[in-house]
């Protein structure tokens, strides 16, 4: 059967099927998606969960022979196959044919690609999965759509935005979705549920001369350790509290682990960088060529550290823990003097 990414939650309500196809560009939608089928097999026992990313060189037949082979203490699994390019090649459209004929026993199959066009989704192993289960097609918000979506997650956020609100964030996030979710998850960090109305948006997503996190965040992909400093010094004057920095600094060094992790598999540049906001391409790029998965791992504990020093779980000084991890993603080390105890 054929679905959408809108008719999806409903859908899952009512059913689950054994086979699923996700299909689409815009990685917030796409991701949610996926989320949701997840969400609904873990509350009917699917506890296990195995992850294939079909690349080039990729084993379908030890995925077909692992599917099929059952443990004696075998529980309900998830078997998710990611398909970077859309296409399967000839023996993976043959294997995902034959997990859609006959699908193991307490499995469900998701398989998630980009968008197909109606030529793929012809092809014998998408009519197979869409015969078994279900396709669904993850359509782009349109720009005259775009406000009624960005209020509508904002009202699910816990936000009241006013109508101003609503159409300045829009402007600012250029049909964005992804970044449009997180401007909407900074407006509940710093703001709280209730009304917001447009100077909040204002004030959140900063283009003024006042730094800001973003400002600090692109400083460091860029490699300009000295600027990203500056702007670190400028927000603790400014007042603005550490957990907003290290939020803004973890999720960027999560995307760059997901993309530095893909780009070491083979995937092709291109299609690793399609998820990012087309300003941010050459940017990000740089950093990825700065960073190894292992550097960016170590970064992401460094926060963890700090945002135990920020909850007081840990002595330490959060602001100097910072200017490390800010100097390392500008590919720099930086050496403070010990904390006085």
């Known amino acids: 059967m054929k679905s959408s990414s809108d008719r999806l939650g409903a859908e899952l309500s009512r059913a689950l099927l054994p086979v699923y196809l996700i299909t689409g560009?815009?990685?917030?939608?796409?991701?949610?998606?996926?989320?949701?089928?997840?969400?609904?097999?873990?509350?009917?026992?699917?506890?296990?969960?195995?992850?294939?990313?079909?690349?080039?060189?990729?084993?379908?037949?030890?995925?077909?022979?692992?599917?099929?082979s059952l443990s004696l203490f075998a529980e309900r699994r998830i078997i998710?196959?990611?398909l970077p390019t859309g296409k399967p090649g000839d023996k993976g459209g043959r294997a995902l044919v034959a997990l859609a004929d006959n699908p193991p026993p307490d499995t469900l199959l998701l398989v998630i690609a980009p968008k197909l066009d109606k030529r793929a989704l012809a092809a014998?192993?998408?009519?197979?999965?869409?015969?078994?289960?279900?396709?669904v097609q993850v359509w782009p918000?349109?720009?005259?759509?775009?406000?009624a979506w960005i209020g509508a997650r904002m009202r699910g956020a816990g936000l009241v935005p006013d109508r101003e609100a609503t159409q300045l964030l829009t402007e600012r996030v250029e049909g964005n979705l992804l970044a449009a979710q997180q401007e909407i998850d900074k407006l509940v960090l710093l703001h709280g549920?209730?009304?917001?109305?447009?100077?909040?948006?204002?004030?959140?997503?900063?283009?003024?001369?006042?730094?800001?996190?973003?400002?600090?965040?692109?400083?460091a992909l860029t490699g300009k350790t000295r600027r990203a400093l500056?702007?670190?010094g400028g927000l603790r004057?400014?007042?603005?509290?550490?957990?907003?920095?290290?939020?803004?600094?973890?999720?960027?060094?999560?995307?760059?682990?997901?993309?530095a992790w893909e780009l070491g598999r083979g995937a092709r540049p291109e299609k690793v960088m399609a998820r990012v906001w087309q300003k941010r391409k050459?940017?990000?790029?740089?950093?990825?060529?700065?960073?190894?998965?292992?550097?960016?791992?170590?970064l992401l504990v460094a926060l963890a550290t700090t945002d135990q020093i920020i909850k007081g779980a840990r002595r330490g000084r959060p602001w100097d823990e910072l200017q490390r991890v800010v100097a390392g993603l500008s590919g720099q080390t930086l050496q403070l003097a010990a904390a006085v105890a």
């Not at 950093?287 to 170590?298: F, H, P």
């Open 282 to 298: 050459p940017i990000v790029a740089g950093a990825l060529k700065r960073l190894d998965v292992a550097s960016i791992q170590a």
């Open 237 to 259: 004057g400014e007042g603005v509290e550490p957990i907003l920095v290290s939020w803004a600094l973890a999720r960027e060094l999560r995307g760059l682990e997901s993309m």
């Open 230 to 232: 500056k702007i670190l």
């Open 80 to 82: 998710e196959i990611r």
């Open 124 to 135: 014998e192993w998408a009519k197979a999965l869409d015969k078994a289960g279900c396709v």
């Open 25 to 68: 560009d815009d990685p917030l939608l796409s991701a949610e998606a996926a989320d949701a089928v997840r969400r609904s097999a873990r509350e009917q026992g699917y506890t296990e969960r195995e992850i294939h990313v079909a690349e080039r060189g990729f084993d379908w037949d030890s995925l077909l022979a692992g599917a099929n």
């Open 193 to 219: 549920e209730g009304p917001v109305d447009v100077e909040a948006v204002r004030e959140s997503v900063a283009d003024s001369s006042h730094y800001d996190v973003f400002q600090l965040v692109d400083a």
């Open 141 to 147: 918000v349109d720009s005259a759509r775009l406000p």
